[in-house]
């Protein structure tokens, strides 16, 4: 898990970066009038950068025998973000509707990484890198 969160790591801080820097020229290349969602698109690569630092706890939950655990807590947390979407959009706009989005898909990637700590005692995420020796990675 630590030498997959180490490969994975560039890439996204890579991706982000460009998404950031460069995200109206980016959706401009589609149309033109895109390039005003890309408040929008920053915030969902922010948040897909987090999901991204959890590692593959998605993965080794479905692979390890707690698919239901995984099931449950997918359908809470896509709930929560159903929810969220259009409280947040009345007030924020597509911004809002992002930013709940990433909140939910966030959440259930902190869930599931901590999920796989006290249960199978693996740290998927980018963080094991930092727990040397703590048990196994």
Not at 37 to 59: E, F, K, Y
Request: net charge positive.
């Amino acid at each position: 898990a630590r030498r997959l969160a180490l490969i994975a790591l560039f890439p996204l801080v890579l991706g982000v970066l460009i998404l950031v820097w460069f995200s109206s020229a980016l959706l401009a290349l589609f149309d033109p009038a895109f390039s005003v969602a890309s408040n929008s698109a920053i915030v969902l690569a922010i948040g897909w950068l987090a999901v991204g630092l959890g590692g593959p706890a998605n993965q080794l939950m479905l692979m390890t025998g707690s698919e239901r655990d995984f099931v449950r807590l997918t359908a809470f947390y896509e709930c929560l973000g159903l929810v969220l979407i259009p409280v947040l959009a009345m007030e924020y706009g597509a911004v809002g509707v992002a930013v709940a989005t990433v909140v939910a898909r966030v959440a259930l990637v902190i869930t599931l990484v901590l999920l796989c700590k006290s249960k199978l005692n693996v740290d998927p995420s980018f963080f094991s890198l930092f727990n040397r020796g703590k048990g196994r990675t």
